[in-house]
């Protein structure tokens, strides 16, 4: 077996354990960006972005997009409307992914097509962080109360009608209780926002 056939292979049982791998990954094992580049043009793999490679046979879920999202921002979590879709809060699909990233964090320049990069403060990036696989991709994914709170925060990007829709879905199918939802909401300092739409839609409840 020649070099080349040993890092192919090598490639090969990588991204079948991993799902979506960076070209870095592959370097810092001793996969050289030629092998990468053999192995794309033949169709092995496909380019899903710039240093991004999947097998070519690979199954697609149905939230692909968070899992290419996570590899090519690390530092990323998954939010607002994306996060809303993937807990199952709302009709309507993202045609980008929502990533929040901290305020100095290094972001892709490329994205503007696929990717709506939000910075958060440190304190806000870390809450209510919850972990998910999407082809054996770890996922970073903020939780459905503090999504509902960060949605209000930001209702002039995704939309006022976004954010409540979310909130009322949330409370509707139990995944998230109005005092979670008020504690996330003063966090972020939409407590005076929130509360109102709160207070009606659990009046009845």
Not at 93 to 108: H, R
Not at 136 to 142: E, L
Not at 154 to 160: A, L
Request: glycine share 6%; net charge positive.
């Amino acid at each position: 077996m020649t070099r080349a056939d040993s890092q192919r292979e090598r490639a090969l049982k990588l991204l079948d354990r991993y799902g979506i791998m960076r070209l870095s990954e592959f370097k810092a094992v001793g996969i050289t960006a030629a092998t990468i580049s053999r192995m794309s043009r033949s169709g092995e793999l496909i380019r899903l972005a710039r240093g991004l490679y999947q097998l070519a046979d690979a199954p697609l879920d149905a939230n692909h997009s968070l899992a290419e999202a996570a590899k090519r921002v690390p530092k990323g979590v998954v939010c607002l409307a994306s996060a809303l879709a993937y807990h199952g809060l709302t009709d309507q699909l993202p045609p980008i992914v929502w990533m929040a990233i901290g305020t100095k964090d290094w972001a892709p320049k490329d994205t503007n097509r696929t990717m709506r990069i939000v910075r958060f403060a440190h304190s806000l990036l870390m809450t209510s962080v919850e972990t998910v696989y999407i082809e054996r991709v770890p996922v970073k994914i903020f939780g459905v109360a503090k999504t509902i709170a960060d949605c209000f925060r930001h209702r002039r990007s995704v939309g006022q009608n976004v954010a409540l829709g979310g909130l009322t879905e949330a409370l509707r199918q139990r995944k998230a209780s109005p005092a979670d939802i008020a504690s996330h909401a003063k966090l972020g300092g939409v407590a005076t926002v929130v509360h109102p739409y709160l207070e009606v839609l659990t009046i009845n409840a």
